[in-house]
T-cell receptor
Framework: NAGVTQTPKFQVLKTGQSMTLQCAQD?????MSWYRQDPGMGLRLIHY???????DQGEVPNGYNVSRSTTEDFPLRLLSAAPSQTSVYFC???????????FGEGSRLTVL | DQQVKQNSPSLSVQEGRISILNCDYT??????FLWYKKYPAEGPTFLIS?????DKNEDGRFTVFLNKSAKHLSLHIVPSQPGDSAVYFC??????????????FGSGTQLTVLP
C-alpha cells in the first residue's frame, strides 16, 4: 500500500523556470491538498481539491497552479519559479469530512 | 495573523518523564483539533485528535487536553521515549461548517527526549 507518493524528492531550479511536482494517492481519497513548510511558519495550505475537476485556493496560492483530472493525481505547477518558493512541499489526502490527513514524504525545492 | 500558535519552538525532557506540548488558538469557530508528529525527511503523521465537545482524549501514552474557555490545548506524553523525539504540529479545523476541510497548523515544537 503506497499511500501518498510525491516526486521528485529534490529539485533545484533557476529563477524563472517552471516545473511540476507530482502527487498520487491510492486510497481513493476525495480530498487532496498541497502544503509548504518553511522554518518558523509551520505548514501553510497552497491549494486543495475536494474531488476530480474541483480545486480551490488555500492560504498562499500565488505563483502556483493545480488541476485534478483524476481522483488519484493532484500535480502542483510552479509557473515561474522565484527564490521565495524555496521550501519543502507536502502533498496530503484524506477522506472528505475528516481532518486526518495522510502526507507524502515531501519534495525539497531550491530556487536559485 | 496566526490562528494557531505553538509558542515553544523546542522542548527537551528526560526519558521516562512527562512531555507537555502546548498550543493556543484564536478562532472560536474551530471545533476539532489534531496533533501531528514529524520525523526528519518524512511527512507528518497523524497522532491524536479531540473534538470540542470533549475535554480529554487518551490513546496509550498520548493524551490531549482541551480548555475551550482558554482556547488552549496540550499534548501529554507519558512516559517519554527517545523515539518520541520529533517535531509536533498542532492543527485546528472548523469541521461542522460544511466547507472543505482546511486545517490550520501551528509552527511546530521540536521535542527532544534525552536518554
Amino acid at each position: 500500500n503506497a499511500g501518498v507518493t510525491q516526486t521528485p524528492k529534490f529539485q533545484v531550479l533557476k529563477t524563472g523556470q517552471s516545473m511540476t511536482l507530482q502527487c498520487a494517492q491510492d486510497m481513493n481519497h476525495e480530498y487532496m491538498s498541497w502544503y509548504r513548510q518553511d522554518p518558523g511558519m509551520g505548514l501553510r495550505l497552497i491549494h486543495y481539491s475536494v474531488g476530480a475537476g474541483i480545486t480551490d485556493q488555500g492560504e498562499v496560492p500565488n505563483g502556483y497552479n493545480v488541476s485534478r483530472s483524476t481522483t488519484e493525481d493532484f500535480p502542483l505547477r510552479l509557473l515561474s519559479a522565484a527564490p521565495s518558493q524555496t521550501s519543502v512541499y507536502f502533498c496530503a489526502s484524506s477522506y472528505y469530512g475528516t481532518g486526518e490527513l495522510f502526507f507524502g514524504e515531501g519534495s525539497r525545492l531550491t530556487v536559485l | 495573523d496566526q490562528q494557531v500558535k505553538q509558542n515553544s519552538p523546542s522542548l527537551s525532557v528526560q526519558e521516562g518523564r512527562i512531555s507537555i506540548l502546548n498550543c493556543d488558538y484564536t478562532n472560536s469557530m474551530f471545533d476539532y483539533f489534531l496533533w501531528y508528529k514529524k520525523y526528519p525527511a518524512e511527512g507528518p503523521t497523524f497522532l491524536i485528535s479531540i473534538s470540542s465537545i470533549k475535554d480529554k482524549n487518551e490513546d496509550g501514552r498520548f493524551t490531549v487536553f482541551l480548555n475551550k474557555s482558554a482556547k488552549h490545548l496540550s499534548l501529554h506524553i507519558v512516559p517519554s521515549q527517545p523515539g518520541d523525539s520529533a517535531v509536533y504540529f498542532c492543527a485546528a479545523i472548523h469541521i461542522s461548517s460544511g466547507s472543505a476541510r482546511q486545517l490550520t497548523f501551528g509552527s511546530g515544537t521540536q521535542l527532544t527526549v534525552l536518554p
